[in-house]
């Protein structure tokens, strides 16, 4: 899997993730702080990774 996929996945993912809030949030979901907090760690844990491991430039 390239990094470009990578990244564009993981894009995606996080769109999804914002809709998926945002739905909880209108419906008043009483777990949705947790669910929140957990799918934020989630997600920066990915792009965290992504950016780690993309490769640099070599000068």
């Known amino acids: ?5 990578v990244r564009q ?13 945002a739905v ?3 419906l008043d ?9 957990v799918g934020a760690v989630l997600i920066g844990l990915g792009w965290g990774c992504a950016g780690r491991f993309a490769r640099r430039p070599q000068n």
């Open 9 to 21: 996945a993981l894009f995606a993912l996080t769109a999804l993730y914002g809709l998926v809030i």
């Open 1 to 5: 899997m390239s990094h470009s996929t």
């Open 29 to 37: 979901v009483a777990a949705l702080g947790l669910v929140a907090s």
């Open 24 to 26: 909880l949030a209108m």
